[in-house]
């Protein structure tokens, strides 16, 4: 789970988180300052790309955001970056990676289309890969017919990014492509729940927002409850109505996987799939052939370009059940990072794909959530192992200025924010770069 301090009131928690990163403020800057002596000092060879591009990348303060930007930059590629102005002071922005940085709107204000049309006509930009929220595929998805008159867009057209990113859309479009998928049934009101014929069916099931919900879709609760009455008291403790439709979807037993791919004209180019979570803050790449053969026919099936991160569960018996797609980066590529290949699957048609990570490579982790870990317990060894084996996914000893300015500036000024305006949040979550808060993005 991600970093939650224990139940305070909200101030005296976001004073306990601030304290906490002040305490660790020192070290950070002791490791940051080695790593640019250490940078000064071996000079720091600058790739060149025979056809080198302008790559814009939106969601500046996600850690995935910044995997790409280096591997661009390595590749020898101009880095564009830009993110919304509540997170203008992510520590990305300062990588040695990122040419330039710009704030726009939000996704769902006027002028956020036309905000990236300029910085695209600006910066002179030849390929956008959104690095999408929640809340933003949609919105990159109707702003590319106007930016594909000047630049390449890696992302999917309106009307695939809104059937696949409804979780029972995708469902009935899996389906319709002959691939199994779990009972699914879009609910538009808590009555409705309540008046499901579960006896009728061999399956339980879960309840889960088709719209993205940062709360509550940590909640499992397996459905039907031992009575009717609880059952719908349970369906009334959520928003469902028509204009928040949910779905009820058939719980599958196994182990979860989510996935990455990156798909450019039909072919999947990128390819990672890690063992899952409910708040995933690891990954370690593993091989489901099943699970990649089911994720590789569904995306050539819709075809386009575009990136695509499926949750998939694997029964013990080998079956495969996604359960939902979204139509954006996973973090999951991180398990990429360094990948002497990355840049050129995402950039070039026909580039050898990379569905391995490079040799050598280790699984991805956030020191503070691990730390955070270590400091509640109990399982304090396996955290240990998973820091002595893995390595954190922002820290780079020839670009440490992310790693400082994530923990001590980006995160301290939104719990600043949240202080001063007096708002609750559930957890920071580092990888993401933002507090889970209730009506969040």
Known sequence: MAWSPPELGPAARTLGALGLLTLALPANLAVTGAALVRRMRSGGATSVSSSPRTVLISGGKMTKALVLARSFHAAGHRVVLV?????????????????????????QAPGYAEALLQIVLDEKVDV????????SSLYDARAAPLLAQHCE?????????????????????????????????????????????FAARKDTYILKSIAYDPVNRLDLTVLPRPTRAATAEFARSKPISPDNPWILQALVEGTEYCTH????????????????????????WVDRPRIEAWVRDFLEKVGGSGQYSLDVIETADGRVFPIECNPRTH?????????????????????????????????????????????????????????RAGRDAVFDWDDPLPFLLLHHLHIPKLLLGNLLRGKPWNRIDFNIGKLVEPAGD
């Open 83 to 107: 993110e919304q102005h509540k997170y203008r002071f992510t520590g990305h922005r300062f990588s040695r990676a990122v040419d330039a940085f710009h704030v726009v709107p939000p996704p």
């Open 128 to 135: 956008y890969v959104p690095v999408c929220s929640p809340a």
């Open 153 to 197: 867009v890696l992302h999917g057209d309106a009307d695939t990014i809104a059937a696949v990113d409804d979780k029972h859309a995708f469902s009935v479009l899996a389906a319709g492509f002959g691939l199994p998928v779990p009972d699914a049934h879009r609910m538009t009101s808590a009555q409705q729940v309540a008046d499901f014929d």
């Open 261 to 284: 791919a990156t798909v450019r004209n039909g072919r999947v180019q990128v390819y990672a799939c890690c063992e899952s979570s409910a708040f995933q803050v690891n990954y370690a």
């Open 331 to 387: 973090s999951a590529i991180s398990v990429f990072r360094d990948h002497p290949g990355l840049a050129d699957a995402y950039l070039q048609d026909g580039a050898t794909p990379v569905q391995r990570p490079a040799p050598g490579a280790r699984p991805s982790y956030w020191l503070y959530h691990e730390v955070w870990r270590l400091l509640r317990g109990p399982q304090r060894r396996q955290r240990l192992q998973v820091i």
